[in-house]
């Protein structure tokens, strides 16, 4: 067995800071996402929300920012912002950055590429660049959900776990589905993706301890021992 051991870059976690918003502006940073470049270099993404938060027309939140390390993440630079991405996962594969996420909060699917480590990003403006899964508007169905969890790449395929909150209620509203691509195919294009079934939530098979309300959230794709996959939430 090899053993690695692992040694911290700072003893105090603060002294190494990508991105803070002070409690009072009433806008916060969610959905952290990281990935590893070449070269020693680290992408970090998050997004905002709160009462303060940038939003669209509808009063969703819909903003990401992108920060690059070149320097195995001992210092940071926010390389840029993107409007309409929100919940995403930051992936390399094929020499590319990628972000793959909704528009905004119960927005579209969306992916992005960038071949500058985060600088400069593709639009995704139409099925040809991006525009995956169109979302409706507001609070009207679909209303796609998701976090920032890892992809999986498997047998020559790209899974990614998304929701569906049918209902706009939470949590009980959402159903769990996945999406995926072959890894050969254009990322960008929307006929690349195939969409599974859409699984509603069962409440009578949960144990008491459940509560009252439960549902599906933040699903993630995983491999496993059997040689299938699963979601986990």
């Known amino acids: 067995?090899?053993?690695?051991?692992?040694?911290?870059?700072?003893?105090?976690?603060?002294?190494?800071?990508?991105?803070?918003?002070?409690?009072?502006?009433?806008?916060?940073?969610?959905?952290?996402?990281?990935?590893?470049?070449?070269?020693?270099?680290?992408?970090?993404?998050?997004?905002?929300?709160?009462?303060?938060?940038?939003?669209?027309?509808?009063?969703?939140?819909?903003?990401?920012?992108?920060?690059?390390?070149?320097?195995?993440?001992?210092?940071?630079?926010?390389?840029?912002?993107?409007?309409?991405?929100?919940?995403?996962?930051?992936?390399?594969?094929?020499?590319?950055?990628?972000?793959?996420?909704?528009?905004?909060k119960y927005g579209d699917i969306v992916i992005r590429r960038s071949n500058d480590y985060g600088k400069t990003w593709t639009i995704p403006l139409d099925e040809d660049s991006g525009l995956l899964f169109r979302g409706g508007d507001g609070n009207n169905p679909p209303n796609y959900h998701c976090a920032p969890v890892p992809i999986l790449v498997y047998r020559n395929r790209i899974w990614r776990g998304f929701e569906d909150n049918v209902t706009a209620s939470w949590p009980e509203g959402f159903h769990t589905f996945v999406i995926s691509s072959d890894i050969g195919k254009d990322l960008l294009k929307s006929s690349s993706w195939i969409m599974s079934n859409k699984l509603a939530y069962n409440p009578s098979l949960d144990s008491p301890e459940f509560g009252e309300r439960a549902g599906w959230l933040e699903g993630n794709v995983v491999a496993g021992p059997d040689g299938d996959h699963s979601i986990i939430f």
């Open 1 to 104: 067995m090899t053993k690695i051991r692992i040694k911290p870059l700072f003893k105090n976690p603060l002294e190494n800071i990508v991105a803070y918003s002070p409690p009072q502006s009433e806008i916060y940073l969610g959905s952290p996402g990281i990935t590893l470049l070449p070269n020693d270099r680290i992408a970090v993404s998050h997004d905002f929300f709160g009462p303060k938060s940038p939003c669209n027309k509808y009063g969703m939140p819909n903003t990401t920012r992108i920060y690059l390390s070149s320097d195995c993440g001992k210092s940071w630079k926010m390389v840029s912002e993107i409007r309409e991405a929100y919940w995403s996962t930051l992936f390399y594969f094929k020499d590319s950055l990628y972000l793959l996420g909704t528009s905004a």
